[in-house]
């Protein structure tokens, strides 16, 4: 079996382990006026897959200088959250949509700053020649996708935020630290992978 097929048929069953929802208290939830978002999550066809991501600028002015999945608002022209993700990813990196073998969606994940964020997941060649878009991303790069769905490397972190202490996942490789919203949906991959386990 390939790995979209792989993937793909992980997806199709029900998660085994809880998934995380969001940054919000339940409380906090029906507050929000919420926008649709989407990412991509794009599994490198490699041996030993990894999984792209980027570096956002520092003039962004939502999540600056953080790591993230290509991907951002769904634009009215979008005809689903899977366009979102495609058109985004080309925008932010040159990936091709016709570059890209989506296999499926992970859980909404609702952040902080009121996005419902829906991750698309696809498969794409190895080493593809990208190319940041200098607005918008600072860098590209890859990482493994067994160090990143290794529940040993999900760390739990704290911090004050508009008064409520919030309680998010990160991931630190090689230098990078990988936080909020990013890492949830990573760890929620991870549950829903049973490979992985």
Do not use: C, K
Request: charged content about 25%; aromatic content about 8%.
């Amino acid at each position: 079996m390939n790995l979209a097929d792989r993937l793909r048929a992980e997806l199709a069953r029900p998660a085994e382990m809880p998934l995380l929802t969001g940054d919000f208290d339940e409380d906090e939830v029906a507050a929000v006026r919420w926008r649709e978002a989407a990412v991509l999550v794009a599994v490198t066809d490699r041996p030993e897959p990894g999984i792209l991501l980027t570096q956002r600028t520092e003039t962004l002015r939502n999540h600056a200088g953080q790591i993230a999945f290509p991907g951002g608002r769904i634009d009215p022209g979008d005809p689903d959250p899977i366009a979102a993700a495609l058109r985004e990813a080309e925008e932010e990196v040159a990936l091709p949509r016709s570059a890209v073998n989506v296999v499926g969606s992970l859980e909404d994940y609702r952040t902080a700053t009121g996005f419902t964020v829906t991750p698309v997941v696809g498969v794409i060649s190895p080493d593809l020649p990208l190319v940041p878009n200098p607005h918008e991303v600072a860098t590209v790069f890859e990482v493994p996708l067994a160090f990143l769905l290794d529940a040993s490397n999900h760390a739990m972190g704290h911090a004050d935020w508009r008064g409520r202490e919030r309680h998010y996942y990160e991931i630190w490789f090689e230098g990078w630290r990988i936080w909020g919203a990013t890492a949830a949906m990573l760890v929620n991959l991870s549950r829903r992978l049973a490979w992985t386990r």
